[in-house]
């Protein structure tokens, strides 16, 4: 059973913003994945007109904008993340008029749209790359990182590549090896070149131009490399299933020249007033290292990294040590969380295993909407998706493939979104996906809960508009309570509002004191009842609530009843 919603208010996305160039601040951005979310054409692959089509429903969430993964020209080795040309739609998707009305539509349903863009690296399609790699001299010479052999032949250094081996590659044209932090069909630019930064900032200027609101900035510890080419020192620490494990990426990540960049790009969307950027820090350990690029005054406005992402169990322990280990590396950055994304298992698995419970995916979507900060959520979240189960033969992960079994690869995150239980392939298509679904998301289906009032899609869109009416949850500060395992129990406060968040986050009902420094009445919950809660809370296993200290104006149940 769940508690009522104080939803008496129905503030628009903007009214809460500080002023309007600082709208993302606290925002929630919905991220979409093309290639799975709606196939238009029934040729098994998403597009720009099948999003377009499901605007309204990504609009009815509740959340303040999208994040689109690219859909540029490529060759897709790597799904869009090796870009052939920075400025065209690649056909599978559809066309820049395809785009440009993307942009109209989500505009007219007041979301905001960030797109992927990609500066670390291309395609070895790109026109830039077939001219640098055919000859050592010219203008493209030095857009890529090239360099000579050791005297054996071998690779200039030992940097290996994300995905697996080596970080090079031989050009015989050349007769030098090029680098690539991910896979040989992605060689690394070489950001240190004027030119290339001005060919990357007018990219960046085409899409803006275009009518984006932001940029999410893909791999950005990549951009630069060391020049000296240093060999990278062993790692002795942390798991090991890949040759990049075994080093620490000292001079191919994380360079201290990425921030001069960051500088640039940023004065650059400063001309445009209210656009924003965020960083991908694929680190998820470092939050000095993330602050260090969102500092939200001369570099990016904010910046994610994996500490969510990567760690495999929630823990009252997990959330506080993220929460402080950004407010101790930085007093002034604006932090961003993810609890899943393209890149790694969902984390309804990763966190509750094969049996993980939807009151745990309840609580895990409640969870991320109440911590300070922008929030990212990623499709299909909502509904409660465990990881697909892809088998082997039907991996397209270059990833997934070079590394199995030890990995599974992030096709398992990848597949399609379900929106009809009963049609062909969940409503996604018409044709056979190009990922398969799994069975099991079919009763998790879109038209499945909408139906439901109890659903984590009902529920989902519930708290998005209860966030919504309180600003605490939006732009409050953050402060932990003491309370026993498995409890987490923080404040969000601004203003004179305070808001009490309390998750059971273990599998078991628990028992938890209130603060009785006030009167606290139930605003939302999960398995409790009534308006007004005692100062001895009852949380049933991966129960949830949040509760303030003055009256609610209006309280109304999932079914309506007052």
Not at 171 to 191: G, M, S, V
Request: hydrophobic content about 40%; aromatic content about 12%.
């Amino acid at each position: 059973m769940l508690a009522s919603f104080d939803v008496s208010r129905d503030m628009s996305r903007n009214d809460l913003a500080v002023n309007e160039t600082d709208w993302w601040r606290g925002a929630v951005l919905y991220q979409i994945y093309p290639r799975s979310f709606l196939d238009s054409n029934g040729d098994g692959v998403g597009d720009l007109d099948g999003i377009i089509e499901k605007l309204p429903y990504v609009a009815e969430l509740g959340v303040d904008g999208i994040w689109i993964s690219p859909f540029f020209t490529s060759p897709m080795r790597d799904y869009g993340y090796d870009i052939a040309d920075f400025r065209g739609v690649d056909p599978i998707f559809g066309t820049l008029d395809d785009f440009d009305a993307l942009i109209r539509r989500a505009h007219e349903l007041e979301l905001k749209v960030i797109i992927d863009q990609v500066y670390s690296h291309t395609s070895d399609q790109h026109p830039w790359f077939m001219q640098s790699r055919s000859t050592a001299t010219g203008k493209y010479t030095d857009w890529y990182v090239w360099a000579a052999p050791r005297a054996d032949g071998s690779p200039p250094n030992n940097w290996q590549s994300v995905f697996s081996g080596p970080a090079w590659t031989w050009n015989t044209a050349r007769q030098q090896y090029y680098l690539h932090n991910f896979l040989p069909e992605q060689p690394d630019l070489n950001l240190h070149c004027p030119e290339v930064q001005n060919a990357i900032i007018e990219v960046m200027r085409f899409w803006l131009d275009r009518g984006v609101d932001g940029v999410r900035l893909d791999a950005v510890p990549f951009y630069m490399h060391d020049p000296q080419l240093r060999d990278n020192p062993d790692c002795s620490e942390g798991t090991k299933t890949k040759p990049v494990h075994y080093q620490q990426q000292e001079y191919n990540f994380g360079r201290p020249e990425t921030e001069i960049l960051l500088k640039r790009i940023r004065s650059v969307l400063d001309e445009y007033g209210d656009r924003f950027s965020v960083a991908e820090v694929g680190d998820g350990q470092s939050f000095e290292l993330t602050c260090r690029y969102a500092d939200g005054c001369e570099h990016l406005h904010t910046a994610y990294n994996f500490f969510f992402l990567e760690s495999s169990a929630l823990s009252p322990a997990l959330v506080k040590e993220a929460v402080r280990g950004w407010k101790a590396a930085s007093k002034y950055a604006w932090p961003t969380w993810a609890f899943s994304n393209h890149d790694r298992p969902r984390v309804l698995t990763r966190w509750g295993g094969i049996s993980g419970t939807q009151e745990l995916a309840q609580l895990l979507n409640v969870l991320l909407l109440s911590l300070y900060g922008t929030v990212f959520i990623y499709q299909g979240e909502e509904l409660g998706l465990n990881q697909a189960d892809v088998p082997y033969s039907k991996l397209r992960d270059p990833e997934a493939i070079a590394n199995w079994p030890i990995t599974c690869g992030r096709d398992g995150t990848r597949t399609p979104m379900p929106w009809n239980r009963d049609a062909m392939h969940c409503g996604f298509s018409s044709a056979e996906p190009w990922l398969p679904l799994d069975a099991r998301h079919a009763n998790l289906a879109v038209d499945e809960q909408a139906r439901d009032p109890s659903s984590k899609l009902s529920v989902t869109r519930r708290f998005l508009r209860f966030r919504r009416n309180h600003p605490a949850l939006i732009q409050g500060e953050i402060e932990f309570l003491d309370a026993p395992d498995p409890v987490l129990a923080f404040m969000r406060t601004h203003q004179r509002a305070h808001m009490l968040c309390v998750f059971n986050v273990g599998p078991e009902s628990v028992s938890w004191d209130l603060p009785r420094s006030g009167v606290w009445e139930l605003l939302a919950g999960s398995s409790v009842r009534g308006r007004a809660i005692s100062q001895k809370a009852i949380l049933a296993p991966h129960g949830w609530l949040v509760a303030q200290r003055r009256a609610a104006e209006c309280f109304q149940s999932p079914t309506g009843d007052q």
